[in-house]
């Protein structure tokens, strides 16, 4: 492991402003950092360092669910390297020490480093210089012998990855052993509009899948919910499933589904349309994905 960095006063005064961490909070500020912040995660089992890409709160989607305030259409900002190694030093050097999951109020079952998480307030592919952003990640874990002891992950909603920039990345995030969490919500036209506001075709969303499971271990998240009383027609049921039989290939990475549902409220106009999914719904829905041949992870 590297010698301990000195910080300046605002650094210190940053990390020593702790709050509780717990599964019903994922604020991004949680570190008082710009990149950096923990979230205990109900999907990886524990704590997770995330690192925001988008602290200016943009994204090329609106998901109905989404739990960012004031969230705008856009991309990530010029991203400041030297601050974003600094404070995944910093962090690291923290959540090593065997008193942090004590410090953080972290219930018993998470006290678990699972994870490092590309994610935050918007869609992190979008970020300049994204593949070059993977390599300085994977070279601080390096420094502390993280690679691949602890996995790295990208949650994205894979609209770029048809994208150079974005497949170069992809490829560096294989060789440090990581994986990507790929959105899939739903699969049809009206669903992604309703659903994503995202203007992508199916089409372009089954080809970005493929790439991404052809590149790198790659996982398909799916938020089911309540959206005006209904939760996924019939008809959306359906196309999901039929999608899934596609996207399964012997020569891919396609590992399997991670199906969640609400756990926060969402800050988007439609929030009090939307409620959590039943968890008798979710494992009836788990196993006909199970009988695809693909394994299915639930949080509820």
């Given at each position: 492991m590297l010698p301990a960095r000195t910080f300046n006063n605002a650094e210190s005064h940053a990390m020593s402003e702790k709050k509780r961490l717990h599964t019903r909070d994922h604020s991004r500020d949680s570190g008082g950092l710009r990149y950096v912040y923990p979230v205990v995660s109900r999907r990886a089992g524990g704590v997770s360092i995330g690192i925001n890409l988008n602290p200016n709160d943009a994204c090329n989607w609106r998901c109905v669910y989404c739990q960012v305030p004031e969230l705008k259409r856009g991309s990530a900002p010029d991203i400041d390297r030297k601050v974003l190694e600094d404070e995944l030093k910093c962090f690291l050097e923290d959540v090593l020490k065997s008193d942090f999951f004590e410090r953080y109020g972290v219930d018993p079952e998470y006290r678990h480093l699972r994870d490092i998480a590309i994610s935050g307030n918007g869609e992190p592919t979008s970020a300049r210089g994204f593949a070059e952003i993977i390599d300085l990640i994977g070279s601080v874990m390096a420094d502390y012998d993280l690679v691949p002891r602890l996995n790295l992950v990208l949650i994205s909603n894979g609209s770029l990855i048809h994208q150079e920039s974005v497949r170069q990345g992809l490829m560096r995030l294989a060789r440090l052993g990581g994986e990507i969490w790929f959105k899939l919500d739903c699969v049809t036209d009206e669903g992604l509009t309703r659903i994503n506001n995202a203007a992508i075709s199916v089409a372009r969303v089954r080809e970005n899948l493929r790439i991404s499971s052809v590149l790198c271990r790659t996982w398909v998240?799916?938020?089911?919910?309540?959206?005006?009383?209904?939760?996924?027609?019939?008809?959306?049921?359906?196309?999901?499933?039929?999608?899934?039989?596609?996207?399964?290939?012997?020569?891919?990475?396609?590992?399997?589904?991670?199906?969640?549902?609400?756990?926060r409220p969402s800050q988007q106009p439609e929030s009090s349309q939307l409620t959590a999914a039943d968890p008798e719904w979710m494992q009836e829905f788990s196993h006909e994905i199970e009988a695809l041949g693909l394994e299915v992870k639930v949080s509820s």
């Amino acid at each position: 492991m590297l010698p301990a960095r000195t910080f300046n006063n605002a650094e210190s005064h940053a990390m020593s402003e702790k709050k509780r961490l717990h599964t019903r909070d994922h604020s991004r500020d949680s570190g008082g950092l710009r990149y950096v912040y923990p979230v205990v995660s109900r999907r990886a089992g524990g704590v997770s360092i995330g690192i925001n890409l988008n602290p200016n709160d943009a994204c090329n989607w609106r998901c109905v669910y989404c739990q960012v305030p004031e969230l705008k259409r856009g991309s990530a900002p010029d991203i400041d390297r030297k601050v974003l190694e600094d404070e995944l030093k910093c962090f690291l050097e923290d959540v090593l020490k065997s008193d942090f999951f004590e410090r953080y109020g972290v219930d018993p079952e998470y006290r678990h480093l699972r994870d490092i998480a590309i994610s935050g307030n918007g869609e992190p592919t979008s970020a300049r210089g994204f593949a070059e952003i993977i390599d300085l990640i994977g070279s601080v874990m390096a420094d502390y012998d993280l690679v691949p002891r602890l996995n790295l992950v990208l949650i994205s909603n894979g609209s770029l990855i048809h994208q150079e920039s974005v497949r170069q990345g992809l490829m560096r995030l294989a060789r440090l052993g990581g994986e990507i969490w790929f959105k899939l919500d739903c699969v049809t036209d009206e669903g992604l509009t309703r659903i994503n506001n995202a203007a992508i075709s199916v089409a372009r969303v089954r080809e970005n899948l493929r790439i991404s499971s052809v590149l790198c271990r790659t996982w398909v998240q799916t938020c089911v919910f309540g959206f005006k009383g209904e939760i996924m027609s019939a008809h959306e049921r359906q196309a999901y499933l039929d999608f899934l039989r596609g996207a399964k290939q012997p020569d891919n990475l396609l590992k399997g589904v991670l199906l969640y549902t609400l756990a926060r409220p969402s800050q988007q106009p439609e929030s009090s349309q939307l409620t959590a999914a039943d968890p008798e719904w979710m494992q009836e829905f788990s196993h006909e994905i199970e009988a695809l041949g693909l394994e299915v992870k639930v949080s509820s």
